[in-house]
């Protein structure tokens, strides 16, 4: 099956710090990648669409400047929390979509961020 | 904008009972509907797709079934097994249908 890598899987570090997170579809290619946002039982709020080559969409009330995203081939997008503080706390979690439309989304197990 | 509704309460069967879901949507009538699974601390995982011509979608224990009259999608899990024991995610296509909306998903919780 589709398999999606997300690295790394936890992050604690101190508040000014730029965190960067990897999502790689390990054996398909993704011409567009999401990433989504999780905080304690709720469901997932979609941040970005990213698409390879070009910039990402990113949806209403996320900083584009805060979080930076880099689709730089069609098995990678990173998404780099910059100068990361503790309401950034959170869980971060990439999905890629093999091919387009009305298909699955497959899922990284997700990056939890805690800023101190 | 679609809005996806799901049970927040937690379901509590025994184990051998089937376990229903339930997923609301408000908007219009999604091409596909999905559910998810997701554990504690992971990603969703994929179970099932149904499209708006199918009133129902079967795999092994599991089955969907989708009424665009109702607005509403059920899922179901026959003979639950503790390991069955998870958040159930429902989520629709945007009209392009290269964007998912998620509910806030039903915890299941199976005891033996």
């Known amino acids: 099956g589709a398999v999606v890598s997300q690295h790394p899987s936890r992050v604690i570090c101190k508040s000014g710090t730029s965190v960067k997170i990897e999502c790689r579809s390990l054996?398909?290619?993704?011409?567009?990648m999401f990433w989504y946002r999780q905080f304690p039982k709720q469901s997932l709020m979609l941040m970005a669409t990213s698409n390879e080559g070009s910039k990402a969409t990113y949806e209403q009330g996320v900083e584009k400047d805060k979080f930076l995203i880099n689709h730089a081939s069609l098995t990678l997008s990173t998404l780099t929390v910059t100068s990361a503080h503790p309401e950034d706390s959170s869980f971060y979690i990439c999905?890629?979509?093999?091919?387009?439309?009305?298909?699955?989304?497959?899922f990284g197990d997700g990056t939890r961020l805690s800023i101190l | 904008s679609q809005k996806i509704e799901q049970n927040s309460e937690a379901l509590n069967i025994q184990e051998g009972k089937t376990a229903t879901l339930t997923c609301n949507y408000t908007?219009?009538?999604?091409?596909?509907l999905q559910w998810y699974r997701q554990d504690p601390g992971r990603g969703p995982v994929f179970l099932l797709l149904?499209?708006?011509?199918?009133k129902e979608k079967r795999k092994e224990r599991l089955k969907v079934t989708f009424d665009t009259t109702l607005k509403q999608s059920l899922f179901h899990i026959t003979a639950s097994q503790p390991a069955d024991s998870a958040t159930y995610l429902c989520a629709v296509h945007n009209n392009a249908g290269n964007m998912l909306t998620f509910g806030g998903g039903t915890r299941l919780m199976v005891k033996p």
């Open positions: 149904i499209r708006e011509n199918e």
């Open positions: 054996d398909f290619q993704a011409t567009t």
């Open positions: 908007n219009y009538s999604p091409a596909y």
């Open positions: 999905s890629a979509l093999p091919g387009t439309g009305n298909q699955p989304q497959h």
